[in-house]
C-alpha cells in the first residue's frame, strides 16, 4: 500500500502533540530564567491552547513548551541564559514573535541569569476558508488533504476533510490559492491541475471564505520496487516528474509495491532506493533526458515495475603515443552532471580499473603523476571537448587512451629599458596545471605541457631589481617549441627594522607588508620578515608611495610604522617613496607591548547582535579582515594584538551596513579608540542602518552573464563597504545594497560566463579603480544607480 496519507496524518498528529504539550521543558539549565507573556488574537482577545515554543537563537535548539491558559498567558521556567527566539502556534499556523512568518526573521531576545523576559504578541490577523469537496462521481471526497498558500508571505495552512468531504482552516489574512488532494493529484480551486492558473481568494481578517470544489478525474501509478537481487523494496520513495516539477508521489509498502493517483498529463516515474543517493527513472534509467515519458489518462492504470541497476566497471589503458605504459596516472570517472566520481591510478602497465560504478554518462579524465597535466578521453584538452561515454547496468566498459605528445615552451627575458639579456630568473607556466623551471643559459624551457593556450609568469632573481611579470600568453602545440621574449621592467626595495620601544633590542620574526592608500585591506600572508638581527628587505616593487604595517611575534602589537614610532591609523603612517634601481630605508619599527579592545556590539533596535565582526584591519575583495573576531551571544567581543595607539574598528552585521567605529565609511574619519599597553580600552557601539544603493544591473547583448556581483568600496580608503550577488536580485535584475550614510563609494562588478570567463570593470563604463566615477551616499535614504556590465 502507498503510504503518503499515513505520512501526511503523522505530520498533523505530530502538531497535535506540540498544541497538546506532548514535548516537555527540559531540566532547568544553569543561569535558568522564565519567559513569559500573553497570546492573544489581533483583535486583542486572548487565545486559549497556543504552543509556545522557546527556542535557542543561536542553534535553533527546543528549549521548553507550554500551552497558553484562557486568559491567553503562558509561561516557562528553567529557560538558559542567552538568546532565544519565541514561536506561537494555533491549529497550523505558527509566527515568531512579535509578528514574523519565519524563524530566521524572527526577533532575539535575551534571557538573564534569574530574570524574567516577557513576551507579549499579537496573533497576525487570520480568516477562515471553509468548504465541501466531492468526488468526480459526486460523492463526499473524505480524508482529503487540503493546502491553503497564503500568497504574500508565503505560507501554508493545512487541514483534512471529514466524512462527509466538509472542511474547515484558519489561515492568515490575504490572498489565497486553494488546493485539494495529494501531491500527485493535487488540483487548486476552481478545478485547476497546475497552481499557476488557479482562482485568487480573498480573506480579510475575521471573514469567512466560502471554496468548494469538485474533484476532476484521475488515473493510477502503481508498481513494485525490487532490488538488485529481486528482492523488495520497502519504504523506498516513489516520485513524479512533470516537466521540471518534482512531485511527490508515496513510499512503497513492505511488499515493495506503490500506488497513487495522479491528474492526467505526460510523467516520468521516479525511485529513490537510498534516500541520500540519486534518482533512478523508471525503467531503467539515470538520466531523466531518456526516461520514458508516461502518459496518463483519467480513469487509466499504469503499471511501472522497476530493480535497482546493476551496478557496472569502466576499465582501460593509457599509453605514450610510441606504446609505453604511463603508469601511476590518476584516473578519474566523472558523471556528466558531477553527482558521482570515481579515481584510481593507472597500473605498471598502464592499465586500471574502477568496479561498482553507478550506471550513467561519465567522462574520463588522466592526470599525470605530478599533477600539472591532464587530459580527457578520447584524447581532448578540456572538460567541454571530452567525449561523453555512456555505462548501461551491468556493463563493463572499456576507455583506452593515448597520451598526447606535450609541447614545450622557452622563454627568454630582457630588460625593457635598455633591451640587455636577463638571464638569472625562472618561470610558471599555467596550461591546465602549473609547471616550473629556471633559467639555463639565459633560457627557461618547461616541458611535458598541455597543448593549447597558456599563461606564462617570470619570476626574476631575488638579488635583482627586476619585477615580477604575469600572465603572458603563449599558444602550445603538441610536439612543438614556443619561445617568447619577455621585456622586465625594474623597480625597488625597502628595508626594514624592528627594536623593542624600550630596550632598543632587535626583535627577529616582525613580518611587513607594504599597501598604498586607496587600495583597502591588507594581504593574509607576509613574506618580509625580520632576521635574528631584527632586519630584513622586501622583494622588488613597482615605484610608489607605500604604507608599511608590521606583524608582531609574541607580546608585541601590531602597527603601522609612523616616522618616530607606530600609530594605528594608516593615514598618519610614514610615506616611504620607491625609486627603481635603490633600496630605501623604512623608518625603524620601535615596537610596543600589546593592549586590547573591548565592547558591546547592539542593532539600531538595541537588542545585542551575536556573531557580529569587529576588526581593525579592513575588508578587501574576495576576502574578509585578517585581524579579526566575531562577538558572543550577548554582543560582546574583545580584540587584541594592538599596539598602544589609537585604532579604528570596523563592524560587520547581518543586517546592518558595515561601518567603522563612529558609524562612518570612511576609515580615515572614523573614530579612533585609544589603547595603552597590557590594558584593555572599552568601546561600545549601537549600529546605524544607514542608506541603500539600489537600482538595476543592465547586462550588454552578447554573451550572457552566468552570475556578477557588485562591490561598494570607499573611494578614498579602498575598503569594501558593501557587496551584493546576482542570486538574491530582483525582478529584472535589480540589487539592493545597504551602504553606510555620508560617504562616496565606488562600484566594481565582477560578471562570470560561459566557460568561467570572468569579466570585471567599475560603475560608469570605467575601467580602472582610478577612473571610477564617485557615487555620494546620503546619510540615510536610497540613491538609484543603475550598473550596466560593460
Request: proline share 5%.
Amino acid at each position: 500500500m502507498i503510504r503518503s496519507l499515513l505520512l501526511r496524518l503523522g505530520g498533523v498528529l505530530a502538531a497535535g502533540l506540540l498544541l497538546a504539550g506532548g514535548l516537555t521543558s527540559p531540566a532547568a539549565a544553569a543561569g535558568a530564567g522564565v519567559v513569559d507573556g500573553v497570546f492573544t488574537d489581533h483583535a486583542g482577545a486572548p487565545l486559549v491552547d497556543a504552543w509556545v515554543v522557546v527556542w535557542g537563537a543561536e542553534d535553533g535548539s527546543y528549549l521548553g513548551g507550554t500551552a497558553t491558559d484562557a486568559d491567553g498567558r503562558y509561561r516557562l521556567t528553567g529557560i538558559g541564559e542567552g538568546p532565544v527566539k519565541v514561536s506561537f502556534q494555533t491549529e497550523t499556523l505558527i509566527q515568531w514573535a512579535p509578528q514574523e512568518l519565519s524563524q530566521e526573521a524572527g526577533q532575539v531576545f535575551q534571557v538573564s541569569d534569574g530574570g524574567v523576559l516577557t513576551v507579549d504578541a499579537r496573533r497576525l490577523p487570520t480568516g477562515v476558508v471553509e468548504g465541501t469537496v466531492t468526488g468526480a462521481d459526486g460523492s463526499p471526497a473524505a480524508w482529503l488533504q487540503v493546502d491553503v498558500h497564503e500568497l504574500a508571505g508565503d505560507s501554508r495552512a493545512q487541514t483534512y476533510t471529514d466524512d462527509a468531504g466538509r472542511y474547515r482552516v484558519t489561515v492568515w489574512a490575504g490572498d489565497q490559492h486553494v488546493g485539494f488532494g495529494p501531491d500527485s493529484a493535487r488540483q487548486w480551486a476552481p478545478r485547476s491541475a497546475t497552481e499557476e492558473n488557479a482562482g485568487t481568494f480573498a480573506v480579510a481578517a475575521g471573514a469567512t471564505v466560502r471554496v468548494d470544489e469538485t474533484l476532476l478525474p484521475t488515473g493510477t501509478f502503481q508498481g513494485r520496487i525490487t532490488g538488485v537481487d529481486g528482492s523488495p523494496l520497502p519504504w523506498i520513495e516513489v516520485l513524479l516528474f512533470a516537466g521540471e516539477r518534482r512531485i511527490y508521489g508515496g513510499f512503497t509498502g513492505d511488499d515493495g509495491g506503490f500506488s497513487f493517483p495522479a491528474l492526467p498529463g505526460d510523467y516520468v516515474v521516479a525511485f529513490q532506493a537510498d534516500p541520500n543517493g540519486a534518482v533512478q527513472y523508471i525503467p531503467g534509467a539515470v538520466d531523466r533526458a531518456k526516461a520514458r515519458v508516461y502518459t496518463l489518462a483519467a480513469g487509466q492504470t499504469i503499471l511501472a515495475d522497476d530493480s535497482v541497476l546493476k551496478p557496472a566497471a569502466m576499465s582501460g589503458r593509457l599509453v605514450a603515443a610510441d606504446g609505453g605504459a604511463k603508469a601511476e596516472f590518476q584516473v578519474y570517472l566523472t558523471s556528466t552532471d558531477d553527482e558521482h566520481t570515481y579515481g584510481t591510478s593507472t597500473g605498471s602497465d598502464g592499465s586500471w580499473r574502477i568496479d561498482d560504478v553507478r550506471p550513467g554518462d561519465y567522462q574520463v579524465s588522466f592526470t599525470n603523476p605530478s599533477g600539472s597535466r591532464n587530459q580527457w578521453a578520447y584524447g581532448k584538452t578540456t572538460r567541454e571537448a571530452a567525449d561523453v561515454i555512456t555505462v548501461d547496468g551491468g556493463a563493463d566498459v572499456t576507455v583506452d587512451d593515448t597520451w598526447l605528445t606535450g609541447a614545450t615552451v622557452a622563454v627568454k627575458a630582457v630588460d625593457e629599458v635598455t633591451g640587455a639579456p636577463v638571464t638569472d630568473f625562472c618561470v610558471q607556466v599555467e596550461s591546465g596545471g602549473f609547471e616550473q623551471g629556471c633559467a639555463v643559459g639565459g633560457v627557461a624551457t618547461v616541458g611535458d605541457l598541455t597543448p593549447g593556450e597558456a599563461a606564462v609568469d617570470v619570476l626574476p632573481a631575488e638579488d635583482t631589481y627586476f619585477l615580477r611579470d604575469r600572465d603572458n600568453p603563449v599558444t602550445l602545440v603538441s610536439g612543438q617549441t614556443a619561445t617568447i621574449t619577455i621585456p622586465l621592467a625594474k623597480g625597488g626595495k625597502v628595508s626594514f627594522s624592528a627594536t623593542d620601544h624600550t630596550t632598543g633590542r632587535p626583535v627577529p620574526e616582525t613580518c611587513f607588508v607594504l599597501t598604498m592608500i586607496g587600495g583597502g585591506g591588507l594581504p593574509d600572508g607576509y613574506g618580509d620578515c625580520t632576521e635574528s638581527q631584527g632586519t630584513s628587505t622586501s622583494a622588488a616593487l613597482a615605484p610608489g608611495t607605500y604604507e608599511a604595517f608590521a606583524v608582531t611575534p609574541g607580546t608585541y602589537g601590531h602597527q603601522w610604522i609612523g616616522s618616530s614610532g607606530g600609530t594605528g591609523d594608516q593615514k598618519a603612517a610614514a610615506r616611504i617613496v620607491v625609486e627603481t634601481d635603490r633600496t630605501v630605508a623604512a623608518p625603524p619599527a620601535r615596537l610596543d607591548r600589546a593592549g586590547s579592545i573591548t565592547g558591546v556590539v547592539t542593532g539600531s533596535g538595541g537588542a545585542p547582535i551575536e556573531g557580529a565582526n569587529v576588526s581593525f584591519t579592513a575588508w578587501s575583495f574576495g576576502a574578509g579582515p585578517i585581524h579579526d573576531v566575531d562577538t558572543d551571544s550577548r554582543g560582546r567581543y574583545t580584540i587584541g594584538k594592538l599596539g598602544p595607539y589609537a585604532w579604528p574598528l570596523a563592524f560587520s552585521a547581518s543586517g546592518h551596513p558595515r561601518q567603522w567605529s563612529g558609524n562612518v565609511g570612511n576609515r580615515f574619519q572614523a573614530m579612533h579608540i585609544p589603547v595603552a599597553s597590557s590594558a584593555a580600552a572599552t568601546y561600545d557601539i549601537k549600529l546605524t542602518g544607514g542608506s541603500v544603493l539600489t537600482g538595476k544591473v543592465v547586462i550588454p547583448p552578447g554573451p550572457p552573464a552566468d552570475g556578477w556581483r557588485l562591490t561598494a568600496i570607499n573611494a578614498v580608503t579602498g575598503d569594501q563597504m558593501a557587496e551584493f550577488d546576482s542570486y538574491g536580485q530582483g525582478p529584472g535584475g535589480t540589487y539592493r545594497m545597504p551602504v553606510i550614510g555620508r560617504q562616496q563609494v565606488k562600484i566594481r562588478w565582477v560578471a562570470t560566463g560561459e566557460g568561467d570567463i570572468v569579466k570585471t570593470g567599475w560603475y560608469d563604463h570605467a575601467t580602472t579603480q582610478e577612473s571610477a566615477t564617485r557615487v555620494g551616499v546620503p546619510a540615510s535614504g536610497t540613491r538609484r544607480v543603475d550598473v550596466t556590465l560593460g
